[in-house]
């Protein structure tokens, strides 16, 4: 069967657009983005071309860890709006064509929900088991070694009950137990009653913290760890206290629910090594249905490295496995900062024509860079407890640049967050002006991925890599992309093996080139990517 007589779903064909709430558009002038900011902005992301929109945490919270120390996973906090609010943007969305996926936090709440409420008040108490409580050893210790991601032990005294719990992340952030069938049901019920809202699917933080070691094993030492540059967390490896067997059957249970409904999706946050990872999918395909691959984000931006990567994923995936590729998040640098401006054209090359979902990160369409934060505005908590790292994520969470006007278009207040001094010349209106700008590259990239079922579905065939470039084929029926990336700043050039390749450059970050014919050699300009269609 041909690629383009298969059946595929929207989240196979169809490209992610990550929104931070708090960082998009703010609606009432509090500096902060909400729903109705997002509301206002869906014609944009229309006009941009992506299939679905997916909303960092927008519910009852503390704000420890900003939005994912839940306190009630069914409303809606009052900073981003009310309950019809969010049936407003979902409505639109919907009627726009575009599907919309929640963030689901299931590992732990906040200390402020109600079960944990419940669970810290007595030793008795009938949810006491929905979370990890422990005795201390005898000397008054925590019950094992592990560490919490945002520095320090992952135990805290409970001076009531004389016990510690566990948190993987903030003290204000208690692990659940997801041994207990009465959690599972209770984050089951979660999921139905988002899912009898009309929402498309979940994003599923941190899914591989969910199960740990029942014998609360000490983590052993790790041996590569550098004490200049690592979190502390990172002194351990996590070998009990994450990705552990169980945790595949949980999955299996979110996935069966998730069936019950037409065509919605899981999507698994986890950082694991690839041959880990592809344990996600579950047997018989019965897991998450994009593990989320992060290998864009994590290794070095080198040609090689990355050209073996995707082979490897690619001969790691499970039959019936749909690849996914990520290149930003809220937790990780830009990739505008990571690889400069020019480069990071590349980069969106790159990510829009490899085989898979594609995630994009709100902003990186207009080249949006990192932003220095001053100390004293600092709200990471990650970045508050380690200030001597400079690990804030706070950088990579600025507010979206829509104008020149006050604020960048984003607020009539100071926003959460500094905004770059550049701003008025690196933002969404400028750059839909400018058929050269970084927005229109990616706008570009975008419709041809949608038109070409060669890009969007087809097949994935490495043709050639060095310390500098990466070139593959793209082929759907009868049409046959060549795609040919320069991931450095120096020119280069390469000789395809075998019959020659020639056809038509249709995209490339240079826009003077399209319409030109490829012969033979191909040269490569430094930051430089080409789309060229094959010659049948």
Known sequence: MSETNKEYLWWQKGIVYQIYPRSYQD???????????????????????????????????????????????????????????????????????????????????????????????????PKRDWYIWHDALEDGSPPNNWLAMFGGTAWEWDENTQQYYYHAFLKEQPDLNWRNPEVQQAMLDVMRFWLDKGVDGFRVDVMWHMIKDVQLRDNPINLNFNPKE?????????????????????????????????????????????????????????GAHLPFNFQLISLPWDPLKIATSIDEYEGAL????????????????????????????VAATLLLTLRGTPTLYYGDEIGMRD????????????????????????????????????????????????????????????????????????RKLISLRRKEPALHVGTYKPVFSNKQIIAYLRESDNRRFLIVLNLSHRSGCFLPKGDPLRG??????????????????????GDEAIIVLLDS
């Open 318 to 345: 499970p039959e019936g496995g749909w690849p996914n590729w990520v290149l930003g998040n809220h937790d990780n640098s830009r990739i505008a900062s990571k690889v400069g401006l020019d480069q990071a054209r």
């Open 27 to 125: 609606s009432n002038g509090d500096g902060v983005g909400d729903l109705k900011g997002i509301l206002q902005r869906l014609d944009y992301l229309e006009w941009l071309g992506v299939e679905a929109i997916w909303i960092s945490p927008i519910f009852p919270s503390p704000m420890a860890d900003f939005g994912y120390d839940i306190s009630d996973y069914t409303g809606i906090h009052p900073l981003f709006g009310s309950m019809d609010d969010f049936d407003d943007v979902l409505r639109e969305v919907h009627r726009r064509g575009i599907k919309l996926l929640l963030d689901l936090v299931p590992n732990h709440s906040s200390d402020q929900h109600p079960w944990f409420q419940e669970s810290r008040s007595s030793k008795d108490s």
């Open 230 to 286: 690592d979190v502390t967390y990172n002194r351990l490896s996590p070998v009990y206290s994450t990705d552990q067997p169980e945790i595949h059957d949980i999955v299996r249970m979110m996935r069966a629910l998730t069936d019950e409904y037409q065509e919605r999706v899981i999507i698994g946050e986890i950082y694991l090594p690839v041959h880990q990872l592809v344990a996600y999918y579950g047997q018989n395909g019965k």
């Open 504 to 525: 038509e450059v249709v995209l490339g970050t240079e826009g003077e080139r399209e319409g030109s014919r490829i012969e033979h050699t191909i040269e490569m300009g």
């Open 371 to 442: 932003v220095p934060i001053p100390p004293d505005k600092v709200q990471d908590p990650q970045g508050l407890n380690m200030p001597e790292l400079d690990v804030s994520r706070d950088p990579e969470r600025t507010p979206m640049q829509w104008d020149e006007s006050p604020n960048a278009g984003f607020s009539e207040a100071e926003p959460w967050l500094p905004l770059p001094k550049n701003y008025s010349r690196v933002n969404v209106e400028r750059q839909r002006k400018d058929e050269h700008s970084m927005l229109l590259h990616y």
